[in-house]
């Protein structure tokens, strides 16, 4: 299986599109006013480019969600994600954002996807860009922290995923979208916290591997703006143990009011409010090292809402 992965990684990737990246017409007195006028396109074969801040890479896989049961069209994700941020008003004057186009899953091959995943968050973070990734199934994030390892060994790493889920199901035949968490936490000795647990979607068994591992959360009902206080406090505890922080956020963690285009929708879940104010937090503590963001999938989303506010969740992230 490992060969297999060795020998498909290079298959697993597919350049930028530059017909993704378009918006409203502009005079060239007015200069480069929006985020498709903004983003430097570059084909992964010529590596990171030198000086840039900022790295995308789309996840455009979803058998981790098919393997999982879960309801397809993730795989298309990143795309419309792109195409609401291209959009946007761009106003992060000296910073260097690049689209390096997307990891994908030829077959089944989700492992090779990941690997490949791995190879260019790991090279990334090398030349000094914090790399967001845009999925896809939640499966990414065992590409993604792999490719991270690789590069802060020696260091305390922690992972803080907002989401629902724990994504802690064992592997009982082959991994998928809900089993990157306990596949990084029985290969790593790493910390996990996640943020909006909710109790109806996670079993027992899931609480039960949670605190096997000393996983810490704080579950959905107590993710609320006005609980914020005692929500930064676990924030500090958990930043202060660690160097650097890889962040995950599951689109399903928000409520299908204002994320209806996610694999696993629910009415309970964060406000948008609260999730900036995580973030914002998070960002200014200097310690996140990559962000991720899962689970976007168009084919279930109301006029564009859910892909707007994860376009709203890079844009914030690139400001701070």
């Known amino acids: 299986m490992e060969q297999w992965i060795t020998d498909h990684v290079a298959e697993a990737y597919r350049a930028p599109d530059a017909n993704v990246w378009t918006g409203r017409t502009t005079t060239p007195a007015q200069g480069a006013q929006?985020?498709?006028?903004?983003?430097v396109l570059q084909d992964w074969a010529k590596g990171?480019?030198?000086?840039?801040?900022?790295?995308?890479?789309?996840?455009a896989c979803e058998e981790g969600v098919r393997r999982n049961q879960g309801r397809l069209g993730a795989a298309a994700g990143a795309k419309s994600v792109r195409e609401r941020i291209a959009r946007m008003a761009w106003h992060h004057d000296r910073k260097i954002v690049v689209d390096y186009g997307d990891v994908v899953c030829v077959g089944e091959g989700m492992e090779a996807a990941q690997a490949q995943l791995s190879l260019m968050v790991s090279m990334m973070?090398?030349?000094g860009q914090m790399p967001i990734v845009l999925g896809g199934g939640h499966d990414l994030a065992y590409g993604h922290f792999s490719g991270i390892r690789a590069v802060t060994r020696g260091t305390e790493l922690g992972i803080?995923?907002?989401?629902?889920?724990?994504?802690l199901r064992p592997v009982t035949d082959r991994p998928n979208s809900g089993t990157p968490f306990n596949q990084i936490l029985q290969e790593n000795a790493v910390s996990y916290l996640a943020l909006g647990i909710q109790q109806q979607a996670n079993t027992t068994e899931l609480f039960a591997i949670a605190e096997k591992h000393g996983v810490e959360y704080v579950l959905a009902q107590q993710c609320q703006t006005d609980q914020l206080p005692a929500v930064i406090e676990t924030l500090d505890h958990f930043l202060d143990r660690h160097d650097h922080i890889y962040l995950s956020i599951d689109l399903d963690g928000f409520s299908s009011a204002y994320a209806p285009g996610v694999s696993a929708p629910s009415p309970y879940g964060f406000s948008p409010a609260f999730v900036v104010a995580v973030l914002n937090y998070l960002l200014a503590s200097g310690k996140v090292i990559s962000v991720d963001l899962a689970e976007m999938n168009p084919v279930f989303d109301v006029d564009g809402s859910t892909a707007r506010l994860a376009a709203g969740l890079v844009d914030r992230v690139v400001a701070a």
Not at 34 to 39: D, G, H, K, L
Not at 48 to 59: M, Q, S, T
């Open 160 to 167: 803080i995923n907002l989401d629902a889920h724990f994504d």
């Open 34 to 39: 929006y985020w498709y006028q903004n983003v």
């Open 125 to 127: 973070i090398d030349a």
């Open 48 to 59: 990171p480019l030198a000086g840039a801040n900022f790295g995308i890479v789309g996840y």
